[in-house]
């Protein structure tokens, strides 16, 4: 009962993200199977709203290609879309990087930079002689909005196993240390994070 | 699992859980007091911080608009629309470089003027350096006369840099607010789990120390069983130091002393039975031995015929009689001695002072043998006994000694030793030969009356020993080597203070009062 009472008091607030189905264009261009399609709704007018702050909005986008039925993702990519606005110029610079390398790219409109903040355009995924033909396939992303920067977690887990300040040991830090393992776990890492899955797909 | 063990168990959960679920409370307590400090600290900084952020941002908005304003003014200098009008160059290259050079337009960097043309026709620049690192510029077109003006302002960088800077401590501090909340919930659970592992431990230290507890009781019990049941052969096993370990050797010694006390009573009823059966066989024997020698000695004096083979037989059969009847009458003498043993009157004796009387008053049996020696005890330790029959005791051991080497015909390399020593509360008197030993089934039966291995033994003098010896409160073993010698090993009480020696003068009565009743002398 003690044990029922402690796991209703510690029980997360923080509903689960939930998986939102979309229809995704799977193309063979050049051998590569990309991957088009976007997911515009899930951002929000906050986040729209915050685009012209003048601060960095990050989204950093996991995409992971599976074969219906299998463990493992086939492959894993990821791309990084940094957005700010320059109020000195008065229009948006969008960072893209992903395995290409890194470029810019400059927009007037918000509507543009959302489009690009949201959507995947020709993504590269992998060689279609890879594919199995005739298999089911789906691909499943995670996109997070103003993922938690490594610098401030690193520092969290400094206090955790330093809450005084001191040197590292002892009891207090062995605590902070045991704590600092569900850091990583259990916290929440980004502003927002959206997991996405698409429609099944083969290789005729 | 039993309701014993439950209760341990319980009590050490309890133990356990009242402190963590205080602690549950507690730190509970902390971290919600901990979180509104936080928040309304993170409220006073986060307003300032958004303030800040708008404040740069107008200030943003203000300085480009001040550029844009003065490349409108710029652009309607009357003096540029006029040298522009009339095509005069080089007065648009001198009033381009008053206007650089002049104070009126901040961050003013560089001018031109592109004619109708397209090309430009005047150009100037401040002198002034803008490296990229350190200044932002803006570049401004308006449309002057038929032609244009490209003004480029120049405003410091570090607003910019600072306004990031602000943008980074606002994230920053936007994730930490987020990671406290959730580190709350995070201790919250890290609590948890400690509290699951210690009810597990205490669960499982419970459940071992109730079950070793109620295993070493279950053996004890069963152990009572069986003594209840008559076995009192059970021992139980000690184990460790604690207080169970302490009754379970009380237990066990608490058995020894039951066994060793019906083995006491047992032998004591059995040489009490036997003592009677003596004592009737001696009357029965005694009676007409005297009758039937004064018979034979009259037919033997009587017979005067001269029927020489007649007068032979009566001679045989006369001393066959005579012979015969001594012989009953030892028998008959030592079963009434048995029959008659006196009862024990204890008292503190010196052990050395009854060794040395002993030899004093037996020299005879010490000389039939090669020695017979004894070793003084030092301290002086005293035993509760009743000396007369305790000298009784080591004689009959010495006899036997000798007895048994004369027998063998090595009476004389026999070596009889007396020793004695204190050990604990009792005192062990040992008498040790070299003589020719016994086989072990000899030895398991030497103290069972009229048991004999001599050929003029009756039986009896080992019996009368064990009885002396367990009416006083002692005990007696032996052990022995064939060829090479037997130790005959007597425990006695010690006695040290007055106190003592009536506490085990008690222990004696009631001993005696409770042992069969023997026929006194």
């Not at chain 2, 006491?264 to 039975?273: M, N």
Request: aromatic share 8%; proline share 3%.
């Amino acid at each position: 009962m003690i044990c029922g009472l402690l796991l209703a008091a510690v029980t997360p607030a923080r509903a689960q993200t939930s998986v939102v189905a979309k229809r995704f264009s799977f193309e063979d261009r050049g051998g590569v199977l990309t991957i088009s399609g976007g997911f515009r709704e899930l951002f929000d007018k906050h986040l729209q709203k915050r685009l012209r702050s003048g601060f960095a909005t990050t989204v950093v986008m996991r995409v992971y290609l599976y074969q219906q039925g299998g463990g493992k993702p086939i492959v894993v990519r990821a791309r990084t879309l940094r957005a700010v606005y320059d109020l000195w110029e008065q229009r948006f610079v969008v960072r893209f990087e992903d395995r290409r390398g890194r470029r810019h790219r400059k927009f007037l409109r918000d509507g543009a930079v959302i489009d690009r903040l949201t959507s995947l355009w020709r993504f590269p995924l992998m060689r279609m002689a890879k594919i199995a033909r005739a298999r089911n396939y789906f691909v499943a992303a995670i996109v997070e909005v103003n993922p938690m920067s490594r610098e401030v977690l690193a520092e969290v887990r400094r206090w955790l196993r330093r809450p005084s300040g001191g040197h590292e040991g002892g009891s207090e830090s062995f605590f902070g240390s045991f704590v600092s393992i569900f850091v990583n776990n259990k916290v929440r890492r980004s502003e927002r994070t959206w997991k996405i899955r698409s429609q099944l797909f083969y290789k005729p | 699992m039993s309701r014993f063990e439950i209760k341990i168990v319980a009590t050490l959960l309890g133990i356990a859980v009242i402190p963590l679920v205080a602690s549950v409370i507690l730190v509970g307590q902390v971290i919600r007091v901990s979180n509104s400090v936080a928040a309304g600290q993170t409220q006073r900084l986060s307003v300032p911080l958004s303030h800040a952020a708008d404040a740069y941002r107008a200030l943003f908005v203000a300085r480009r608009r001040v550029f844009l304003v003065s490349a409108k003014l710029l652009a309607r200098d009357a003096a540029l629309l006029s040298a522009l009008g009339s095509s005069d160059r080089e007065g648009l290259s001198r009033r381009v470089a008053e206007l650089v050079r002049s104070r009126g337009f901040a961050g003013l960097g560089r001018l031109a003027i592109r004619g109708p043309d397209g090309k430009v026709w005047a150009s100037a620049q401040n002198g002034k350096q803008y490296p990229a690192a350190r200044f932002r510029d803006l570049e401004v077109n308006e449309p002057l006369g038929g032609g244009h003006l490209d003004a480029t302002f120049y405003t410091p960088r570090a607003p910019f840099l600072n306004f990031r800077a602000l943008g980074r401590a606002q994230r920053a501090a936007n994730e930490i607010t987020t990671l406290r909340d959730e580190l709350s919930s995070i201790y919250r659970w890290v609590f948890l789990i400690m509290f699951g592992a210690v009810l597990l431990v205490a669960t499982g230290v419970g459940i071992f120390v109730a079950r070793r507890t109620t295993r070493q009781v279950a053996v004890l019990s069963g152990a009572v069983q069986e003594v209840a049941e008559g076995d009192l052969r059970t021992q139980v096993e000690v184990k460790g130091r604690d207080e169970l370990a302490d009754l379970a050797r009380a237990f066990n010694e608490m058995v020894g002393q039951l066994r060793e006390n019906r083995e006491r009573i047992g032998y004591l009823e059995k040489i009490g039975a036997w003592q009677e059966i003596a004592r009737r066989l001696a009357h029965e024997i005694k009676n007409p031995l005297t009758p039937i020698q004064l018979a034979m000695q009259q037919v033997h004096r009587k017979y005067e015929g001269d029927d020489p083979r007649f007068r032979k037989m009566l001679d045989d059969a006369h001393a066959i009689i005579t012979e015969e009847v001594e012989g009953l009458r030892r028998l008959v003498q030592a079963f009434s001695s048995f029959a008659r043993l006196p009862n024990v009157q204890p008292e503190p004796v010196d052990i050395n002072a009854l060794l040395e009387d002993f030899f004093k008053s037996h020299v005879e049996v010490t000389q039939r043998c090669k020695e017979v020696r004894w070793r003084e005890v030092e301290p002086v330790v005293q035993v509760m006994v009743d000396r007369m029959l305790m000298k009784h005791v080591i004689y009959n051991l010495v006899e036997n000694a000798v007895q048994a080497a004369e027998d063998a015909g090595t009476s004389e390399a026999l070596e009889v030793e007396i020793s004695a020593k204190r050990d604990g509360q009792r005192v062990t008197l040992q008498v040790r030969d070299n003589g020719p030993g016994m086989p072990d089934d000899v030895r398991k039966r030497i103290f069972n009356p009229y048991y004999t291995t001599k050929e003029r033994g009756t039986g009896l003098g080992l019996a009368i020993v064990k009885k002396i010896v367990l009416e006083h409160g002692g005990s007696i073993g032996v052990d022995s080597v064939v060829g090479e010698g037997s130790t005959f090993t007597i425990r006695l009480l010690a006695v040290d203070t007055e106190l003592e020696a009536a506490t085990v003068r008690t222990t004696i009565s009631r001993l005696l009062r409770d042992a069969p009743k023997a026929e006194p002398r």
